[in-house]
Structures are given as C-alpha cells and as structure tokens.
C-alpha cells in the first residue's frame, strides 16, 4: 500500500513569511509525529497526535510553530515568521494503534533565505 | 526527559566483517527500541526494533541486544555488505509514544 506523503518535497522561503508543509499518513494509521532534521543531525521530536486525544506538543520549538490534524488523517506544520534556524528537514511519521513502529515520509526540506 | 547517546559517530568496515553500533538511554521507564537506516536524501527506514521483554533479536544479518540493567542496546551487522553504508539512528521510547533519537552513526563499507 501507498505509504507516508508529504508535500512540498522542497520548499524556499525568504525569512518572515509563514510555510506550511503537509503530511499525508499512512491509511488506518492514528497516530502521526513530526520531526526535524537539521543537516548532519539526529532527528528532533516535534508534535505527536494520536486519535481525537490533545496532541503532545512538547517539542514544539516555539509558538511561531504549530500543528493540526484535521479528520484524523491528513496534517499541516504551519511555521510562522520563518528564520533562518528553521532550515531543516521536516519529516512526517505514522503508527498503527497500540503499534510502536513509526514509518517515515520522505521529509520536506526547508530553506530559509 | 529521555536522552540518547549513540557511539561511534563514524565507523568504517571491510566488506565481509562485523559492525556494531551502540546506545545507551537515560529512563529506565523506556521500553521499546528501534534501528532506523536512512541512506543519503532517503527517509529513515525501520530495520529492526526491539522491546524491553526481550534480551536480543535478530533478523538475517542484523540483531539487536538490549541489556536494561546498564541501559545500553547495540544493532550488530554480520557479513556486511556495501549496500550497509548508510546512516543508522537508534532511538528510545516509553510511556510517551515520541521516539528519542541518537545523533546517528556513518557506516561506510570498504569493498
């Protein structure tokens, strides 16, 4: 079956605008992660939703960051006044129910100018 | 919260010998373990994993030992091949659903 998508696949932006970067789930999988990958780094935890449950947004670097999960399924990252710092790969990951195995998307990377 | 520290950050292996990858976490309430391979500008991809009820699990040429005593658990690969030369991420998770990543570790294989 199809698995994660996430668009765009690249994405530049002049610093101070707003992005958004979309993240489609693997289909039946509830729970979905976003993380970041700075270049040459691990990957940084940022929001996990899980069902109708509040999602766990501990790793949200600021409130210029945030996340929604609308129906369920599809979800948008919206980093708002982007900075130069927020250059990274973002990559989306989901998980069956009461499964730990998360499976990634291919990641959006994002320039700041 | 959960900290991850993964040794070596490179490591370079004639084709054919053995590699080993370790990590060791920080809450001992963590109990799921998985190895994640991510090859240049590809996504991570789940290799292994490995739960806190077990000692050690394998899967053809890579296994993975946990010792929750020490809070240490390693990826071996046996009779590696060029196709290993990858970046390998550990990570940790417990009662939270988030993984905690290790910074990685470079294999290259020397042909």
């Known amino acids: 079956g199809a698995g994660v998508s996430q668009s765009p696949s690249n994405k530049v932006t002049e610093k101070g605008k707003d992005v958004e970067l979309r993240c489609d789930p693997i289909?039946?999988?509830?729970?979905l992660y976003w993380y970041r990958q700075s270049l040459g780094q691990g990957l940084e935890f940022l929001i996990y939703?899980?069902?109708?449950?509040?999602?766990?947004k501990s790793g949200l670097p600021s409130d210029r960051f945030s996340a929604e999960r609308t129906g369920g399924s599809v979800s948008t990252l919206t980093i708002q006044r982007t900075q130069q710092e927020d250059s990274a790969v973002y990559l989306c990951?989901?998980?069956?129910?009461?499964?730990?195995?998360?499976?990634f998307g291919p990641g959006t990377r994002l320039t700041v100018l | 919260g959960e900290n991850v520290e993964q040794h070596p950050s490179t490591l370079s292996v004639q084709e054919g010998d053995s590699a080993v990858i370790k990590c060791t976490y920080s809450?001992?309430?963590?109990?799921?373990f998985p190895w994640y391979k991510q090859e240049l500008g590809k996504r991570p991809q789940l290799i292994i994993d490995?739960?806190?009820?077990?000692g050690e699990k394998k899967d053809q040429r890579i296994a993975v030992t946990l010792n929750k005593t020490a809070k240490h658990f390693s990826l071996h690969i046996t009779e590696t091949q060029p196709e290993d030369s990858a970046v390998y991420f550990c990570?940790?998770?417990?009662?939270?659903?988030?993984?905690?990543f290790g910074q990685g570790t470079r294999l290259t294989i020397n042909p």
């Open positions: 289909s039946g999988h509830t729970a």
């Open positions: 809450d001992s309430a963590s109990n799921y």
């Open positions: 490995i739960r806190s009820n077990v």
């Open positions: 939703f899980q069902g109708n449950s509040a999602p766990d």
């Open positions: 990570a940790a998770s417990g009662g939270a659903q988030k993984l905690v």
């Open positions: 990951a989901s998980s069956l129910l009461g499964q730990k195995g998360q499976y």
